[in-house]
């Protein structure tokens, strides 16, 4: 199984409400990462979850709020998000970040994010 | 720290005609490349990857890349492009490099392919 699955596809959510993104992988992957990717743009990294420690934060607003339940899920809590934060959110996972070469990420399909 | 840099933002193309999507990086260690595509409101899919050996690296989708260390390019070639082939192609770097590039792919800017019947 090589895939990253991210529920849910689309959402659409208040300045006031608090979601969550949810992405899972069965590949045994130890990495795993958020990225933010605004149209016509590269993906942007938010998160790294190394061996489920958060190992990088890419100075993100703390209005995001990852974590790491087990090696195979990633979660992005979401809570009083602006309208500048829809984008598509992009989870991926790679076999370690030990080296480089561990770096082959595998992404999600991810999930459109629209704040109103 | 490694950088990445596409050399065109668009790239206009007929159908069954050859593409060269380019991309060169900047790093004072060791490489690993990557070329992804993203089709319209999907996320990222490896192309290919180069982590060692052979400079010529052949992917999915009849597409390949040279690595040219001297040039420090790593150049997306297909010889017969299909209307299908119209997507986002990111080329990528991560290195054995600590400090702030620990762990990270940098992304090029991307390169929008379109192919026209």
């Known amino acids: 199984d090589t895939e990253v699955t991210q529920t849910p596809k689309h959402l659409v959510m208040g300045m006031t409400n608090k979601k969550s993104l949810k992405c899972e992988q069965h590949m045994g992957h130890r990495a795993m990462y958020w990225y933010k990717q605004k149209a016509k743009k590269p993906p942007e990294l938010m998160f790294v979850y190394s061996y489920e420690k958060l190992s990088i934060n890419e100075s993100v607003p703390s209005r995001f709020s990852p974590e790491c339940p087990n090696s195979s899920l990633l979660n992005l809590h979401l809570h009083a998000l602006q309208p500048e934060d829809s984008a598509l959110y992009l989870c991926?996972?790679?076999?370690?970040?030990?080296?480089?070469?561990?770096?082959?990420?595998?992404f999600g399909p991810g999930t459109r994010l629209t704040v109103l | 720290a490694q950088s990445v840099t596409q050399l065109d933002s668009q790239v206009p193309v007929f159908e069954e005609a050859p593409v060269e999507l380019r991309c060169n990086y900047s790093?004072?260690?060791?490489?690993?490349l990557f070329w992804y595509v993203q089709y319209p409101n999907q996320g990222l899919q490896l192309l290919l990857k180069?982590?060692?050996?052979?400079?010529l690296v052949k992917g999915i989708n009849g597409f390949e890349a040279e690595f040219n260390k001297s040039q420090t390019s790593f150049h997306l070639r297909k010889p017969s492009v299909h209307i299908s082939d119209t997507a986002e192609y990111f080329c990528a770097v991560s290195t054995d490099a600590g400090g702030t590039s620990y762990g990270k792919l940098t992304f090029g800017q991307g390169t929008i392919l379109t192919v026209h019947p």
């Open positions: 180069y982590l060692s050996g052979s400079t």
């Open positions: 790093s004072s260690v060791s490489v690993y």
């Open positions: 991926a996972s790679s076999q370690d970040t030990a080296s480089g070469v561990y770096n082959e990420q595998f």
